[in-house]
């Protein structure tokens, strides 16, 4: 059992925060107040958890992703991060010169720990993040001649 204001006088109002409340319970959903209060450090501290527990080896990678998150995120309730403040954060990322691929990674990064949440029911419905192109074709490969013209001058 737990009590929660309806920050009302009106009785219509406390049934009817009731009814809702009683809904996200059938629905097999924790009740609003969790989702209320989970903030970007909590989704921070899912992604982190998940890594290390899945022993994940860019672990350092994503630690440098988050930190950019961070910077603009930091402090916002999880379900206050809507598809335009990503679309924000993008354009802002961009002001910096960070490149389409790291920007990526980043948003990447943000939608599996969204998705995680959602697993254990700390988020609602999580935000549409788009991805950006990235044009970072590789260019500038070796024939065979200029291999072996290469191979010769290194040790062996």
Not at 83 to 96: C, K, L, V
Not at 102 to 124: C, M, P, S, W, Y
């Amino acid at each position: 059992m737990r009590r929660e204001s309806a920050k009302s006088t009106k009785r219509a109002d406390a049934v009817a925060l009731l009814k809702k409340r009683l809904a996200e319970i059938g629905a097999g959903k924790r009740p609003g107040t969790e989702i209320e209060k989970t903030t970007f450090e909590d989704l921070n501290d899912i992604i982190l958890a998940d890594y290390k527990a899945n022993r994940r080896r860019s672990i350092s990678r994503l630690k440098g992703s988050l930190k950019h998150l961070e910077d603009y995120f930091a402090f916002n309730r999880a379900m206050d991060i809507t598809s335009d403040r990503i679309t924000g954060y993008t354009a802002h990322r961009q002001d910096e010169g960070a490149a389409n691929a790291t920007i990526n990674r980043e948003l990447a990064a943000l939608k599996h720990a969204f998705r995680l949440a959602h697993g254990d029911q700390k988020v609602g419905e999580v935000a549409y993040i788009a991805m950006l192109e990235e044009d970072n074709v590789r260019t500038g490969f070796f024939d065979r001649a200029e291999l072996d013209a290469v191979l010769e001058h290194l040790p062996p």
